[in-house]
């Protein structure tokens, strides 16, 4: 009798109407409750048995009630899954598969099944695959995923570079490679520069070499030529190589391994500048005066150039430092090392002074075992010819993002426009309170974000440069010209990496259209492309660093017992305790607030201050040094916790 009752359902309707409904994101926890994040400032309890209907990350709507004097939430419907596709552990339960989504906020296993050419039961406990999300308690009958590949099993020593690369969607294979490539046929003059003497500056172990220089002293500074290697003499636009190339983005390096944009055939042999054979280039001619500015006026052309030297860092910086017993070839090279000295430092000073020069911190490197172990962990530090390298193509890249804004005015350019405009207000008061010498109207210009940058890094402790880096915007890459405040440059166009970035093509293809004097529009890139190129930059950067953080845990495991004691610098500041990077190695570490005091009324961390405060006084802050000690590394979650080396009294002291 109450079936299709339109009072009922009117009724129905109107106790709808009268809950309080609230929309968000799921934020899951370790714990088994979560929260529903509807703002930066509001948020509500999601109680377990109600975190059992949602997934972390998911888009929901729910009602707000009350319970025991605490407002909580009751999910209601689902507005949009927050993952469709996870990296997930086989886990068998009763005979039946289960997946465990390899997250530290969902720890739920997941019922499963394999699609077909998958064979369920080779599946063991433990193996690595990707599943796809099929149903979903708020649309359906619970929680259900199909295995949709096999990433890795159990035992396998990769699975790290393999589970990383199928968390962020990136391949684990190199293009397709014919091993016939032919030069396509195009309209431009090449100048024969074979006998000009070129060299590369590279790691020992790089066989992807695409880019070559050569100086030459002049009495008002240096004639500096780039020679940089020209996949696009093989590669035509828009061919199935150029899709493959375009969709990759980037060259992924790991540590131990790198997964190549293009074919190893073109990327490790016939577009590599190796030494003593003919290849074909793109070169600029750049001149720089003896303060270190560069001329405005840069010639771009094509050539034909070989290598007369292959060069290592090492070797360079040692001959430089008078270490060891490396010598150049001839005289000529020792010339040209002389003279890129030279050009270097004062270069250098010139930005020091009039843009942003990069702090010298090193790079850290894992040295490897056939079987994929980590055997140590190796300092690169930044010295002399990797700055030769680092400010030719700083110049040569300035030189081209001008070059392409005046002629055709886009191209692929990476900008930085430096602090967020919506974060402006909370950057004046903070440099207010410090006593910026800065007017707030210059912080939004390049001059004045230089001047303050330079300030900030002036200044006795990194705290202040690690506040108001947080105001700063992302960098990203725009077919539109546009300045690098990050550099201090008023553009700033890669085409240096052809052979490792894919926007470097597109500038190549470019500069050839003008240099042929043919139209540039086909090869003209769109918002799409260049919103698709910052997305992998940024999905590659993040494997890397996962991959990083995974064998960082595996290496430090031994530290846990030894009981070391570290000296770690703080990068951030939570409410729930500290991060900091290891000095010796470079790993990131997780001081929970917890194993800083016992006593938590005495503690407060502060996101907003960049401090973490015992009884009201500074504890710890942004950029300072501390001495820890590692007490766990999970690898489950690729995390390393710490605690401090000297323990905190659990007792406020007594007031005198």
């Not at 060069?311 to 490396?326: A, F, M, Q, R, T």
Request: glycine share 6%.
């Amino acid at each position: 009798m109450f079936q299709n009752n339109p009072l009922l359902a009117q009724l129905k309707q109107q106790m709808r109407d009268d809950l309080d409904v609230k929309e968000g994101m799921v934020k899951g926890t370790s714990k088994g409750f979560g929260f529903l994040e509807v703002s930066e400032k509001e948020s509500y309890f999601i109680p377990p048995p109600h975190m059992k209907k949602v997934m972390h990350g998911d888009h929901i709507t729910a009602i707000l009630r009350t319970e025991n004097d605490r407002q909580l939430v009751e999910p209601e419907t689902l507005i949009e899954a927050g993952v469709t596709t996870f990296v997930a552990r086989v886990k068998w339960f009763r005979d039946r598969l289960n997946l465990v989504p390899d997250h530290p906020l969902m720890n739920e296993a997941i019922k499963a099944r394999a699609v077909k050419g998958i064979n369920e039961k080779s599946l063991k406990e433990g193996d690595w695959v990707l599943g796809e999300l099929t149903s979903h308690p708020l649309k359906g009958n619970g929680f259900f995923a199909n295995v949709i590949e096999v990433i890795a099993g159990v035992d396998d020593p990769n699975a790290p570079w393999w589970v990383v690369l199928a968390r962020n969607k990136l391949t684990k294979y190199a293009p397709e490679d014919n091993k016939d490539w032919q030069q396509v046929p195009d309209t431009l003059t090449r100048r024969d520069l074979t006998d000009v003497p070129f060299f590369t500056i590279d790691a020992e172990s790089t066989l992807d070499m695409d880019d070559a220089l050569s100086i030459t002293k002049l009495d008002n500074g240096w004639e500096l030529l780039v020679a940089i290697a020209d996949p696009t003499a093989y590669v035509p636009h828009n061919s199935v190589m150029d899709k493959v190339a375009a969709e990759r983005a980037f060259t992924a390096y790991m540590p131990g391994r790198n997964i190549p944009m293009l074919p190893r055939t073109l990327s490790d042999e016939l577009c590599s500048l190796q030494e003593g054979v003919e290849r074909p280039v793109i070169c600029a001619r750049l001149f720089i005066d003896n303060d270190g500015k560069v001329d405005e006026k840069a010639e771009f052309f094509a050539a034909t150039m070989r290598s007369h030297a292959r060069l290592s860092y090492d070797n360079v910086s040692n001959w430089i430092d008078e270490i060891g017993d490396w010598q150049p070839a001839n005289d000529i090279i020792a010339e040209q090392i002389r003279q890129m000295k030279a050009f270097t430092l004062t270069r250098a000073a010139w930005r020091t002074q009039h843009a942003i020069i990069f702090k010298d911190r090193p790079d850290f490197r894992f040295a490897l075992d056939a079987d994929s172990n980590v055997t140590d962990i190796l300092v690169d530090y930044r010295r002399i010819a990797n700055q030769m390298v680092e400010e030719s193509m700083i110049a040569a890249n300035l030189a081209c993002g001008n070059w392409l804004n005046e002629r055709i005015g886009t191209g692929i350019f990476n900008v930085h426009l430096g602090f967020d405009s919506e974060k402006m207000e909370g950057l004046v008061e903070l440099l207010a309170a410090h006593e910026s010498p800065f007017a707030p109207e210059t912080l939004s210009t390049l001059e004045g974000f230089c001047a303050l940058r330079r300030w900030v890094d002036a200044r006795e402790t990194s705290y202040l440069d690690s506040r108001t880096r947080r105001y700063q915007s992302f960098a990203a890459m725009s077919p539109v010209p546009g300045p690098h405040f990050g550099l201090g440059l008023t553009a700033y166009a890669t085409w240096t990496s052809p052979i490792r970035k894919y926007g470097d093509i597109v500038n190549h293809r470019l500069i050839k259209a003008i240099l042929s004097e043919q139209a540039h529009e086909a090869f003209i890139p769109s918002e799409e492309l260049a919103t698709h190129l910052s997305d992998q930059r940024r999905m590659h950067r993040r494997a890397e660093r996962d991959i990083a953080d995974w064998l960082y845990v595996r290496y430090l495991k031994p530290a846990v017992a030894e009981g070391k004691v570290f000296d770690a610098d703080i990068v951030d500041v939570g409410r729930g305790g500290v991060r900091l990077r290891l000095q010796e190695n470079g790993a990131g570490v997780f001081m929970p607030s917890s194993l800083i005091c016992s006593n938590r009324d005495r503690l407060e961390c502060s996101w907003d201050d960049g401090r973490v405060y015992l009884d009201k006084a500074t504890l710890y802050e942004l950029g300072q040094t501390v001495q820890i000690i590692i007490t766990e590394a999970i690898e489950d979650t690729r995390s390393l916790i710490a605690k401090p080396a000297q323990p905190i009294s659990p007792v406020a002291p007594q007031a005198q």
